[in-house]
């Protein structure tokens, strides 16, 4: 198993949100040995998480790909409620992709311009490595031509009735999560007849 680690912003006292910019993500492998006991896994996070706030989860080995290469997308939402729960998706996403090959291979694990850095620096650009496939035309939105049978899976219908309905299941699933830290703020304001309104784009990435 492999271990992306992204350090957050903290925005409020109960809300902290992954880095934009990709600075600071590393990936780490999470043998067997490592979970073996609890002793074992406080090990493993005292020698690979500094101090500080940070996202531990597991990394996606079997991402959807654009031309072979691994991708992550900015998508814009806006709450307009949130008793009850008012959710409104713009229907395109902007891509990130890398400029690389996707590998899960174990000597790429460490290869950021793979798994982090999208679409990349200027070093992943201009790498003589086998593995640079550099795109073009480089999309720049999840409705243009060439995206839906550029991806793998392939196919309008895939994308449309499968990996964006998911994407807008796991936004509404995060926010039913999230909303309880602060409805009680919002019902305290409502029951002192207070109007507001807050405006808080979070960082849009997927």
């Known amino acids: 198993m492999h271990l992306i680690l992204t350090p957050t912003l903290t925005l409020t ?3 902290t949100l992954a880095s934009p910019n990709q ?3 590393h990936m780490y492998s999470y043998n067997e040995a490592d979970m073996a006991s609890e ?5 493993w996070l005292l020698k690979h998480v500094p101090d500080g706030t940070w996202v531990l989860q597991e990394y996606v080995m079997n991402p959807m790909t654009y031309q072979g290469n691994k991708f992550d997308l900015r998508v814009w939402t806006m709450v307009t409620s949130l008793d009850p729960l008012r ?6 996403g902007i891509p990130k992709v890398s400029q690389w090959k996707y590998s899960k291979a174990a000597e790429f694990v460490k290869q950021q311009c793979i798994h982090v850095l999208l679409p990349g620096t200027t070093e992943c650009f201009s790498s003589r490595a086998k593995e640079v496939n550099i795109i073009q035309p480089y999309p720049h939105t999840t409705n243009g ?5 550029s991806m793998s899976p392939p196919g309008r219908d895939f994308w449309v009735k499968k990996a964006w309905r998911s ?4 936004l509404t699933e995060l926010l039913l999560l999230a909303r309880d830290s602060i409805l ?3 019902h305290q304001l409502k029951r002192k ?3 507001y309104k807050r405006v808080a784009p979070p960082p849009p990435l997927v």
């Open 13 to 15: 006292s109960t809300l």
């Open 23 to 25: 600075v600071g993500i």
């Open 39 to 43: 002793e074992a896994t406080s090990d």
């Open 87 to 92: 959710i409104y998706l713009l229907g395109t």
């Open 145 to 149: 031509k060439f995206w839906y049978h």
């Open 167 to 170: 994407l807008e299941w796991q």
């Open 184 to 186: 009680h703020i919002d």
């Open 193 to 195: 007849g207070v109007s």
